[in-house]
């Protein structure tokens, strides 16, 4: 027996009968079944059955088997991995592919059920995201694709994981561009949830991690899938450091005080989301503590960089660090204790987060949330709600003791604000906390001053937090419980007793809303009488209210909407009174006052209905009586008739039953007044208000909507054991109101009273043909508005109509059964026999509808307020469904976000509060009862739209605007509607005179509707009819006609997704369709074949039909030039792979290559290179083994080895002969052989020794050489194609490329032949624009020679080569950057070996420039060469290196710039992969062997005595060292100052070298110098160092200090400031790393305790702020140690006689660094109170009256510490007792002479 997946819980909630989802799945299972198996997979059928799919989920749930959706999940998965990719059928599919197999669903499909290939996936994804396709539609399927292999990638086999890694690893090469696809293929197909790790994640992890480490290169977001489906399965310990290294470093965060350098190197945040989720999905076991050692760490480095004081731009990236880190433990405590039902969730019980665990994080998030929560960059307390439902007993109680004081704060109202979001936010933890519970309703008075309309933000959040509260707490008295007996805990009793204050809150809330509503006012009322029709509101609806205005009416409709829905019947009397007598002695104005006014009369009617209208209803009907009485019947009503007839129309709403008593008056008294026609907002009102009353009569709703089960009549019942509680949705028990006998009649009587009625009259007048406009058009509101809210329960139109179908045999067959088996609509409790006036008034209405427009278009054509209406009644007549789709979308939207901010799975997953759930199941009857089928087109469709066609050309600019837009919703729902609606705007894009300028502007229009652009390329018949007319609609030269065409085009352009061929199905999708539901009959089968054969045909011919009227259009002398560029650019989207290229369209696209018009040239040379691309020869592949390569031998299968070395440019074996050359092997894929050989290399190494001869040429081909034979024609082309395009701006263009290497690639060298002359010409001009034509062709005549035999090749490196080398002697700086672009071209993926000469002519022409631009010219040239080559030019990078060594004592900074380029090209190999094999290539240390001994003789000067002592830098201008670290420090800041690239970790071997850097920084003799050192400074101190260069950092600043053991003195003290600043920031960005090295700290503590013995007073202060830092960021573990050490040293004993004023004595020294470090110490914590910091502040203290050096450290320190802490020092001074008080205060305050 099948069971279903899921049971249907929603609708077993509803109180009426549901459809059987068994019986309608097996008829939509069989449908998708025999769409398949009838090969239509790009027409309708198959998606209209999907989309029945998509409903029947929505509505049913997963309904049916498991083997069901299996199979379906495989035919999708068949469809979209087709081999021909057909865009629509693709992109459909992936929609309802990804719909199918959401995330929820994965816990029902384990791998056993489902397993998928991953390779026809990869496929598609590698065509669609980096194919060579012509086609650009691809780029639409992007996302869809996407979505796809994130839903499927879980159920790839086990062996997909080993598969993958031979496919990608190969890929990965560190310098070429292709390991970007390598990682991106990674991250999307590698599966993460394969629950045997061998097989699964240990085959990559490692890899990928330490990729990340040695290249910058990886996959966080990999990373992080693996740690949180592999919990317990990975060993995390050696990766924690390295990962919250990480995430500090890409904080941003500044250092220090000094910023010399430390802000220059800041970077755009990449990877700390993925880190921190990372590190949160790695704990448990051993790794936890680790973990929480770390964070903690963390959290004291950010508490006061998140300070609301301290705000810049690391602030929203450290908000987001911390909101991350809160839901990301959320989800896991989540996932943990209540979703281990999914199969990929299993956490062992060893790895589980115990309560242990959830407190010690809260405690340590907890302090920087807290400060983080009143920053105003924080809008939504998200953390903090997720810290509060982890760990309520640690943060409420906090929380609590200081809400009180922020909500009475007027100084700082984000503290207010940001207390009012905490207790929203908190609140339902609060309910089920025993503590916290009882300072509810003391927290609740305390919030109603904030309601006010001073302050309407605040009085945003205040609201909310009452919305919040009355949803989860029963408004309910319970101090009649006291005097019940029994034992009871205090707490209890102390919350009955507040209970008591409910009905004082309710009644000041209440008073204050009111007060709200009276003073709202509109910023411009007159805009509200402009009505935008195509939204159904004001046109500018978001500009009349300011934001907060708008929350805070939602706010005031929501509070006290949930405020009725949840009190007792008391305190709901209390609120009636109230309302009433603020209705009854208010009168306001109606659009803004009256309407929130409204909403709030509405809701209690709605929930307290009977005694609401028994108030309100007679009232009301009287006063409007009386006013109607004076009511002149020519003039507009009166404010008070319209504020109580809104009163009026709110009243009309709950339960339906209560309003029969009234219903006489009632429509007694709409009757009355549609009489006053021209009281145009009475009559509004009045209709609207009899369309609610037909609505609510019909309406099931629930009786109640109370927060728990029990009624609140029961007084002997606790409701504050309901506070906050859960409910299943199995538990939830429903009382509905469902409509009766009576309330049905009483529908049948208003719509036979007012509608027939209505039309009747509207009958009468045209018979008579009444001239009263007014009536007219209320008799027309009052159709429409009876169509627009319940036209649900009408039958739809068009029913039993005949369809249209389109004119083609088999179509008949085809498209019968395409909607029989559809139900027109879904169960939704309504009695549909029984409204016997409903049954034909849709029908009825259109007639009369029809008969009243002949009237108007023959006798009154220009009342356009009733073509309005009459369009619009259409609409609803046609497609309306009776509810608005935008409000019941915005109110499945209200309801996720509800759910989302008052859920709590930590107290059960599927526990939701009860009006929650109550809300669900209301949106699954609303879903139901709005969910109709509409029928497929028919004539009586047709006849009806052929009006709103009429309607859409008329004369009248609202009339055409407002019935577009009908037809813009009528297109969009009905199937087929808009192909024959696009053949009825044929006549009116025609070129005749009858046809006015409205009517073409109309029909323009019209094709702008969305649906109709869709239907226009994907059709061929109409694009055959409609396309050559809009490219021929110049009659009208009118720029808004104009306007709109050229907008049509680019709509059309930027939607197009191809027309779709034939339709071809693969066997395995067939096998899978009649496994769903089993064979077709043959009849069946053979009728969907032939109708798609049919249709291929015939679209196939419209199609090349539609090519050669636009070539009709394009060769037509009488076609404008505008008109001309639209033809050319819809033909250039229809050309295709499948295109037939013919002789016509060849030749005319090759006339308009020498086109005056610039747009037709491009056009022209785009299709024309997509004609060669596809007429391209198709060579033979070579396929090579790896495992016949030379064999590796042990160790790594990464780098240079011996099974690559045959790769490697060397010359002795280069191709320079024939022989040679024929039989050589060109790889001309540069990252193959650099990693691990794919199973099979595939080259192209034919020689076509053919190319060139015309024997072999067909027509186009001749047609081609003929054209571009004719001296006339090249000569115009070479003259058009070399005119200047941008003045200074040349730039090569990608197109022309294209065209050009096509061009040559297919026919040979005698093709350049014909460029030669003018090339050579140009190559000498002086002309900006003849070098960037040259430089074009030149380049691409090199691409395309790919497969020319020797002897062409060696002809053109003939010509080639002598114009390169006048281009290295004669180029400028306008040309320079054309001819970098033409050599990186030539050379870019291609194999060295093939340019040798070119190789040659550049290592020549190295620094042998006439000029130093020449020079530089040469290296940037050379350069751009040998950029590409990457790995496989080491011989020529050793010489390279070589030559550059040998210059780089150049004189000019050009050309040491240059150099510094040169040697990162060098050395860029030298970036060794994860497990790499050392590079033959050059390396840091060739490097730094040869410029060591070159800065030798800095050494005397730098660290030599005399200088030293001097301070003063003597180099003179010419000393060649000088130069040389010039040099090198462009490479630095070349290589290490930039961060959008992948570049190397910083060596070891290096550190030496930046030794001279730090040291010549200081230098301003020298500001060249000095700015390059900063620049560099800057990039390598923020470096993320690897293990074996900490040390030698360390030891670069030690050697500056003089601190390494030698002996030596060290630099200037300047040099010793910059290297302290230095080791900052480098132990900052490095921290986590040395805190694996107990060594170095202790090194560097040692290093900050000399340097604070130091006699230069900078190098002390330098030294103090540095430990102070480190202090602070706790490099050096206990900080209370140190301070004691500090202290003892702030103390030393000074000698006998030692003046205050003395500064050169050791002991001061000592003394002055030590408090200078305390002091540093103080200020790292600038709002904030240690422990330990009140006893550092009064032994500082001490230090004011002795030596005035020290005493001025002190001061300064203890001003600062007044003015940060000052705001909070009501909070910090209760850290110090009353001495330490004291004692500050004399210190702090200034004195006073009143004293």
């Keep these: 027996m099948d069971v279903p997946l899921e049971n249907d819980k929603w609708n077993k909630l509803l109180p009426y009968e549901t459809d059987d989802p068994k019986q309608v799945f097996e008829k939509i299972k069989w449908n998708i079944s025999r769409a398949v198996q009838q090969k239509d997979l790009t ?148 599966p993460c949830t394969n629950p045997n790790p061998d097989v699964g994640i240990n085959l990559w992890l490692d890899n990928i991690i330490g990729l990340m480490k040695t290249n910058s290169l990886g996959c966080p977001n990999l990373i992080c899938s693996a740690a949180k489906f592999n919990i317990g399965k990975i060993d995390w310990k050696p990766h924690i450091s390295w990962l919250f290294n990480v995430i500090l470093n890409d904080l941003n965060l500044p250092v220090g005080e000094s910023h010399t350098f430390a802000g220059l190197a800041l970077r755009t945040p990449n990877s700390y989301h993925n880190m921190i989720e990372t590190v949160i999905w790695s704990m448990g076991g051993d790794c936890t503590p680790i973990v929480f050692e770390n964070l903690k760490l963390l959290m004291g480095i950010c508490e006061s960089y998140l300070h609301p004081s301290n705000r810049g731009s690391w602030t929203p990236p450290l908000l987001n660090m911390v909101n991350n880190l809160c839901t990301t433990f959320l989800k896991r405590v989540e996932m943990e204790r209540h979703e281990q039902n999914y199969w990929f969730k299993h956490v062992p019980e060893s790895h589980k987060l115990s309560d242990e665990d959830i407190q010690n994080f809260v405690k340590i998030i907890y302090p920087t949330a807290k400060v983080s929560m009143y920053n105003p960059s924080n809008s939504f307390q998200r953390d903090f709600q997720c ?36 207790f929203a936010v908190s609140l339902r933890s609060m309910c089920l906390h025993p503590t916290s519970k009882c300072e509810i309703i003391p927290l609740l008075q305390s919030l109603l001053p904030t309601i006010s309309s001073n302050d309407l933000n605040k009085s945003w959040m205040a609201l909310l937090a009452f919305w919040f509260s009355f949803t989860m707490i029963p408004i309910v008295d319970c101090s009649h419980l006291l005097e019940q007996p029994g034992k009871r805990k205090k707490e209890t009793e102390k919350l009955w007793r507040a209970t008591a204050q409910f009905k004082d809150i309710v009644a000041v809330f209440i008073d204050r809303l009111l007060s709200l509503i009276e003073i709202s006012a509109m910023e411009d009322t007159g805009s509200m009488n402009a009505v935008n029709h195509k939204q159904g509101r004001s046109k500018n609806h978001k500009t009349e209210h300011n934001m907060p205005d708008y929350l805070a009416e939602g706010s005031i409709y929501m509070s006290f909407d949930t405020l009725l829905k949840n009190s007792s019947d008391d305190i709901r009397d209390m609120v009636l009174d109230k309302v009433f007598r603020y209705c009854t002695t208010s009168t306001l104005e109606v659009k803004v006052a009256g309407k929130m006014m409204g909403d709030a009369l509405s809701n209690l009617t709605n929930i307290y209905t009977e005694r609401s209208l028994k108030r309100f209803l007679p009232y009301l009907m009287g006063e409007i009586n009386m006013a109607l009485n004076d009511q002149p019947a020519h003039q507009d009503a009166s404010t008070e008739l319209l504020w109580n007839l809104t009163m009026l129309r709110s009243v009309l709403r709950g339960r339906a039953d209560c309003f029969l008593p009234y219903l006489d008056d009632l429509l007694d008294l709409f009757e009355r007044l549609f009489t006053f026609h021209n009281a145009k907002e009475l009559i509004a009102i009045s209709i609207k208000a009899l369309s609610d009353l037909i609505y609510l009569l019909l309406k099931i709703k629930s009786k109640e909507f109370r927060s728990c089960q029990h009624s609140y009549d029961d007084k002997t019942f606790d409701f504050t054991q309901t506070w906050g509680v859960g409910l299943s949705s199995k538990d939830l028990k429903l009382d509905w109101y469902i409509p009766g006998d009576a309330e049905y009649n009483a529908v049948n009587t208003i719509v036979e009273r007012f509608g027939r009625t209505g039309l009747k009259t509207l009958s009468r007048y045209v018979d008579e043909k009444h001239d009263c406009k007014e009536a007219f058009h209320v008799q027309l509101k009052v159709l429409h508005y009876i169509l627009k809210y319940n036209s649900h329960i009408m039958p739809v139109i068009g029913a039993d109509s005949e369809l249209l179908k389109p004119d083609m045999d088999g179509a008949e067959v085809y498209l019968d059964k395409l909607t029989s088996d559809r139900a027109s609509r879904l169960k939704c409790g309504i009695r549909f026999d029984t409204l016997s006036s409903l049954r034909t008034f849709r029908s009825d209405t259109a007639e009369t509808i029809m008969k009243v427009y002949q009237y108007l278009k023959e006798n009154c054509s220009d009342d356009t307020k009733s073509f309005e209406i009459i369009a619009i009644i259409l609409e609803n007549v046609l497609v309306c469904k009776g509810y608005d789709n935008a409000n019941f979308k915005n109110e499945h939207t209200k309801y996720k976000s509800v759910k989302q901010m008052l859920d709590n799975k930590l107290l059960g997953a599927t526990k939701q509060l009860r009006i929650v759930l109550i809300h669900r199941v209301y949106l699954q009857h609303q879903y139901r009862q709005y969910t109709q089928r509409l029928p497929t087109y028919t004539k009586q469709h047709h006849q009806y739209t052929q009006v709103l066609l009429e309607l859409a050309l008329s004369n009248y600019t609202v009339v055409r605007k407002t019935s577009q837009f009908c037809l813009r919703r009528i297109l969009a729902l009905i199937p087929f509607s808009a192909q024959f609606f696009l053949k009825s705007l044929v006549p009116y894009l025609k070129p005749d005179a009858n046809v006015s300028h409205e009517q073409l502007k109309g029909a323009i229009f019209s094709l702008c509707i969305p649906v109709c652009t869709r239907n226009l390329l994907r059709k061929s018949s109409l694009c055959y009819e409609i396309v050559p007319l809009v490219c021929r609609a110049q009659h009208s030269e009118k720029d808004s006609i104009i306007n709109t065409i050229e907008g049509l085009i680019d709509y059309i352009i930027d939607d ?65 030039w505008r008109f001309l560029g639209i033809s050319g650019d819809l033909l250039k989207i229809l050309i295709q792979k499948k295109t037939t290229i013919t002789p016509r369209l060849v030749s005319t696209l090759l006339n308009f290559l020498t086109h005056d018009s610039i747009g037709m040239r491009r056009i022209s040379i785009c299709i024309l290179s997509m004609i060669l691309y596809l007429r391209r020869k198709k060579y033979k592949h070579t396929f090579l083994d790896p495992s016949e390569f030379p064999a590796d031998g042990p160790g790594s299968q990464v780098g240079e080895r011996p099974s690559n070395m045959w790769l490697q440019y060397r010359k002795d074996k280069l191709p320079d002969t024939e022989e040679k050359y024929n039989n050589f092997i060109f790889c001309d894929k540069p990252h193959w052989g650099f990693n691990k050989w794919p199973k099979q290399l595939k080259l192209c190494l034919e020689i076509d020794n053919d190319l060139g001869n015309p024997a072999n040429y067909d027509e186009i081909d001749k047609l081609f050489v003929t054209w571009f034979s004719s001296p006339d024609n090249v000569s115009r082309f070479v003259s058009l194609y070399s005119i200047e395009m941008q003045k200074g701006g040349e730039k090569m263009d990608e197109r022309r490329g294209r065209f050009y290497r096509d061009l040559f690639r297919n026919y040979g060298w005698s093709m350049y032949s014909v460029f030669d002359a003018k090339v050579q010409e140009f190559v000498k001009s002086n002309v900006e624009s003849e070098h960037r034509f040259a430089a074009e062709l030149i380049a691409h005549v090199v691409r395309g020679s790919k497969h020319w035999p020797f002897k062409d090749i060696q002809a053109m490196w003939d010509k080639i080569i002598p114009m390169i080398t006048e281009v290295f002697s004669s180029v400028s700086s306008e040309t320079l950057g054309l001819w970098y672009c033409c050599l990186s071209e030539i050379v870019g993926d291609r194999d060295p070996r093939r340019f040798s000469r070119l190789i040659d002519l550049a290592n020549q022409e190295f620094m042998s420039g006439k000029t130093i631009f020449h020079y530089t010219s040469g290296c940037c040239l050379l350069e751009q060469i040998i950029a590409q080559f990457e790995w496989k030019y080491a011989e020529g990078l050793h010489e390279l290196l070589d030559k550059v060594c040998g210059n780089l004592n150049n004189s000019y900074k050009n050309v040491r710039n240059i150099l510094g380029h040169l040697i990162d090209r060098c050395l860029a190999i030298d970036n060794q992969m994860y497990g790499s094999r050392p590079t033959i290539n050059p390396t840091h240390e060739d490097l730094t062997s040869r410029v060591l001994p070159l800065l030798q003789p800095l050494d005397e000067s730098i660290f030599g005595t005399e200088w030293v002592m001097v301070n003063k830098l003597t180099l003179s201008d010419d ?40 040291a010549l920084e200081p230098n301003e003799a020298d500001m060249d110098l000095k700015m390059l050192a900063s620049k560099c400074l800057a990039g390598i101190a923020h470096e993320l160092l690897q293990e074996n260069s900490l040390r ?125 470090t305390l002091c540093a110490l103080v200020e790292t914590y600038p709002y904030s109170i240690p422990s330990w910091m009140p006893e550092i502040l009064v032994f500082l203290a001490k230090f004011t009256r002795g030596n005035v050096m020290i005493a001025n450290v002190v001061k300064r320190s203890m001003s600062n510490f007044k003015r940060t802490h000052l705001d909070n020092w009501m909070e910090h001074k209760t850290k110090f007792t009353e001495d330490q008080l004291l004692i500050l205060q004399d210190l702090l305050v200034s004195p006073n002479y009143y004293a």
Aim: hydrophobic share 40%.
């Design 387 to 422: 810290l509060v439902k982890l760990a309520p007993d640690i943060v409420l109680p906090d929380f609590l003791q200081g809400v009180f004081d922020n909500l009475e704060s007027v100084i700082e109202p984000q503290r207010v604000t940001t207390a009012l979001c905490s």
């Design 1592 to 1716: 030698p950092a360390l030891t670069t600043v030690q050697k500056v200090i003089g601190c390494d053991g030698n002996g030596g003195t060290g630099c200037t003290w300047k040099a010793k400031c910059t290297a302290l600043v230095y080791l900052q920031v480098m132990s900052f960005c490095n921290l986590y790393q040395l805190r694996l090295h107990p060594d170095i700290i202790a090194d560097i503590q040692r290093l900050l305790l000399e340097c604070l013995e130091t006699s230069q007073v900078e190098v002390r202060q330098s030294a103090g702020l540095t430990f102070g830092g480190l202090l602070k960021i706790g490099l050096f573990g206990d900080q209370e140690d140190i301070i004691e050490t500090l202290k003892k040293l702030a103390v030393t004993p000074l000698p006998k006689g030692t003046k205050k004023s003395q500064t050169d004595i050791k002991e001061v020294w000592t003394r002055h660094g030590a408090v200078t």
């Design 1519 to 1558: 000393n060649d060292s000088v130069k040389v670290i010039k040099t090198i420090l462009s490479w630095f800041v070349y290589a290490y100052g930039r961060y959008t690239r992948c570049h190397a970790p910083l060596k070891p071997s290096v550190f030496p070298i930046i030794t001279y850097v730090i």
């Design 43 to 190: 027409h309708s059928l198959f998606y209209v059955w999907c989309g029945e799919l998509e409903t029947f989920i929505k509505v049913h749930g997963y309904q049916f088997p498991k083997k069901d959706l299996v199979l379906i999940i495989k035919l999708f998965y068949s469809i979209i991995t087709r081999e021909e990719i057909d865009v629509v059928a693709v992109e459909l599919t992936c929609k309802f592919y990804a719909s199918l197999l959401r995330f929820r669903v994965k816990k029902f499909l384990t791998r056993d059920d489902l397993q998928l290939d991953w390779k026809p996936l990869y496929k598609t994804v590698n065509e669609v995201f980096f194919g060579k396709d012509i086609n650009n539609a691809l780029i639409a399927l992007e996302n869809p694709i996407r979505g796809v292999v994130n839903a499927s990638k879980d159920y790839f086999s086990d062996e997909s994981t080993r598969e993958m890694l031979e496919e990608f690893e190969p890929l990965l090469c560190p310098q070429d561009t292709v390991s970007r696809k390598a990682v991106t293929m990674m991250a999307m197909f590698l």
């Design 1056 to 1120: 197009y997704r191809m027309i779709p061929f034939k339709a071809v199905t693969c066997e395995r999708t067939t096998k899978l369709a009649i496994e769903l539901s089993g064979e077709m009959s043959a009849e069946l089968i053979e009728a969907g074949e032939k109708f798609c054969e049919i249709k291929y045909k015939t679209d196939l011919d419209y199609y090349n039909k539609t090519i050669d009227s636009l070539l009709d259009i394009m060769t037509s002398q009488s076609t404008i």
